[in-house]
Every structure is written in C-alpha cells, then in structure tokens.
C-alpha cells in the first residue's frame, strides 16, 4: 500500500500537467485569428485587439470544463444555479466547472510543495476537496445575494404595476415599463421582467413565460406573484385590485421577516458577547485587583 501512493502520486502529476498543456494551449480558433492578423498587417484593415487577462482566464476555464467529466444530474443542477445567480450565457456553465476543477488541482499543487514541511498525499488530497467544493459555496453565496436583492425589490415593482394597470396598460406592456423603469434602482428584477417580455414576443404564452420566471429566480414571494397573476389571467379577476391585495399581502410578510429578524438579535449576540467582549470586560476590570491580590500574597509568603 506504501508503494502506491508516490505511483498514484506520480500518475496524478501527470495528468495534472497533460490537462495543464491542452488548457493553456491555443485553440484552432486562436491560431486562424493570429494567422489573418499576420496577413492583414500590411493592409488598411484594423488589427485584432488582443484578448484581456480575465478573457483568457476565462477562456482556459472553459477548456479545462469541457475535459472535466461531470455527471448530467449535475449539469442540470449546476445550471439552474447558474441561472439564478445571474449567469445565463450559454459559456457560464463550462467556466464555472473549469474553475472548480482549477481551484482544486492549485489547492493540491500548494499543498504538495516541500514549503509546508514532508509531503502529505492525504494532506493535499484533503487541499483539492476543499478547492473543489469552494467554487460551490461562492456561487451559492452569489445566488442568496442576488434572490435577496429579487425579494427587497418586489415592493417597489408591485407598486409600479399597480400604477400602470389602473392607468390603462395591459399586463405585458405593465411588465414592459416596468423592467425598463426599474433598470436603474433594481437591475436584477429588471433583466427578468425584460426576459419574459422577450418570451411573451417570441410567441410563448404567458403562464409559461410567467411559470419560467418563477424557476429562474427560486424566489418564493416571486413565485406566489406568478401563482397570482396566472390565477388572475385564468379566472378574470380585475388584476390591479389583485395586485394591490397581494402588495398588501408582501408588505405584511415583509413586515414579518423584519420583527422575526430583531427577535432573533437577542440569540445571535451571545456568542460576541461571552467570547469576545466579556474576556475583555473581565481583564479590564478583574485584572488590577487580581495583580495586587498576587502581590500581597507573594508579600506574606516573604
């Protein structure tokens, strides 16, 4: 068993540095790109910019991804967390695993250099899980993040459509003013009004462009809106009194979280308390007493 480690060892480094050579090197389309730059530069035509650095980042994380094997669950699952943290393009998929599996063959490389002492295969095998499984939490802290930013800024959207039904507009051409309105205040919940006015123009229905929203997003109080609307649009209910019940309806739940979040605040500030203001509170006060109570003591033993 000794003897397989530095084999597997060895047999890790090699791949490690094959998948390393076909990541760096240039593609098919990187050597034609070069090679009509080289012929053009004697002619009047413009001369291609040269890529940036987080360009060619991101282009060699997307080689690395596309030779990373990846269950198709996993896709699946890996996309729509893409998507609702806000990276829909057709690369963001590809890139997110090459930077996984980079961030763990650098975590592995780290912890094999001799800096940190003998070299520990468990070690840096612990260092590559670690690395592999950071990329995860940072897009799902980007996800939370953005359906928060979703979730704050519904009230305000609410409010806009209820102004622009009552004066007039129907729904879509509502969705429609109100993602080009709120492009500056609430960008997020703007880039998906605007997506599911897009659908609606390219002939899907609405309950459908309505039902994808609410899966983009994962934002409940979004979802309970879309749930609302459909119910609306099936039954023809007038949609800005519905509208303004259930903004009425966020208000209170919004108003809940909040009292919800302070009773919380008493429980969350023990732990600061006994472990990082209560020691000093402790020196401050205890400390002199104690050195004197020290001193008198050493004083009579004398």
Not at 71 to 84: C, F, N, Q, Y
Not at 169 to 175: C, I
Not at 224 to 239: E, N, P, Y
Request: aromatic share 4%; with cysteine.
């Amino acid at each position: 068993m000794l003897l397989l480690l530095p084999l597997l060892a060895f047999l890790f480094m090699s791949l490690l540095v094959t998948a390393a050579a076909m990541a760096l090197s240039p593609g098919a389309a990187a050597v034609i790109q070069r090679r009509l730059g080289e012929l053009r530069l004697g002619s009047s035509a413009p001369i291609v910019e040269q890529p940036s650095r987080a360009q060619l980042l991101a282009e060699t994380a997307k080689r690395l991804g596309r030779y990373a094997p990846t269950p198709a669950s996993e896709i699946g699952k890996l996309r729509r967390r893409l998507v609702a943290a806000g990276y829909r393009g057709s690369e963001a998929l590809p890139v997110f695993i090459g930077i996984r599996l980079g961030c763990a063959i650098l975590a592995f490389v780290v912890a094999m250099l001799p800096i940190w002492g003998p070299t520990n295969v468990g070690l840096a095998l612990g260092a590559a899980g670690l690395g592999y499984v950071l990329p995860a939490m940072a897009l799902a802290r980007m996800e939370r993040r953005r359906q928060h930013r979703i979730r704050l800024s519904l009230a305000d959207a609410l409010d806009l459509l209820v102004v622009s039904v009552e004066a007039g507009l129907g729904l879509d051409q509502a969705l429609l003013r109100v993602g080009d309105e709120l492009a500056f205040a609430h960008p997020d919940l703007s880039d998906e009004l605007r997506l599911v006015n897009l659908e609606l123009r390219a002939g899907k229905a609405r309950p459908d462009a309505l039902h994808n929203l609410a899966e983009r997003t994962g934002v409940d109080d979004l979802s309970s809106l879309v749930a609302m609307l459909i119910q609306t649009d099936k039954f023809g209910t007038s949609v800005a009194q519905s509208l303004r019940v259930h903004a009425d309806t966020l208000r209170t739940k919004r108003r809940q979280r909040a009292e919800e979040k302070a009773a919380k605040t008493g429980v969350k500030m023990v732990f600061p308390l006994v472990f990082c203001i209560f020691p000093g509170i402790w020196i401050v006060t205890i400390g002199p007493a104690a050195i004197k109570i020290i001193d008198v003591l050493f004083a009579m033993n004398e």
